[in-house]
């Protein structure tokens, strides 16, 4: 089994930058799909970006399109967001997680792995 753990949070200003880095252990991620979500206090958690790990494909919820980048670096088994003009009410915990199908699913309930999670605070 996958398991997935994250690095890179922490506060930044209105219209800066934070990448957030999952470095995943356990088998190759060939036939799976990595994807992170965020949950803030009393909200649900949504997943922002998803790739899968063979084809490159992406999903990026509408809210953080053109902002948040997903890609993937296949020697170190480490799957990044890149977020840039990041506004306040992108603060949440920030999660990684492994899906067992190379098919894209952004309900969390898709997703069998999860890391510890890390906070990302945008101050305004």
């Known amino acids: 089994q996958v398991q997935p753990v994250e690095s890179g949070g922490g506060l930044v200003q209105a219209g800066g930058s934070l990448r957030l880095s999952c470095a995943a252990s356990?088998?190759?991620?060939?036939?799976?799909?990595m994807g992170w979500f965020r949950q803030a206090p009393g909200r649900e958690r949504e997943c922002v970006a998803a790739i899968s790990w063979a084809s490159g494909v992406t999903y990026y919820v509408d809210r953080v399109k053109g902002r948040f980048t997903i890609s993937r670096d296949n020697a170190k088994n480490t799957v990044y967001l890149q977020m840039n003009s990041l506004k306040p009410e992108d603060t949440a915990v920030y999660y990684c997680?492994?899906?067992?199908?190379?098919?894209?699913?952004?309900?969390?309930?898709?997703?069998?792995?999860w890391g510890q999670g890390t906070q990302v605070t945008v101050s305004s």
């Open positions: 997680a492994a899906r067992s199908s190379p098919i894209i699913a952004s309900n969390w309930q898709g997703y069998d792995s």
């Open positions: 356990g088998r190759t991620l060939s036939s799976y799909v």
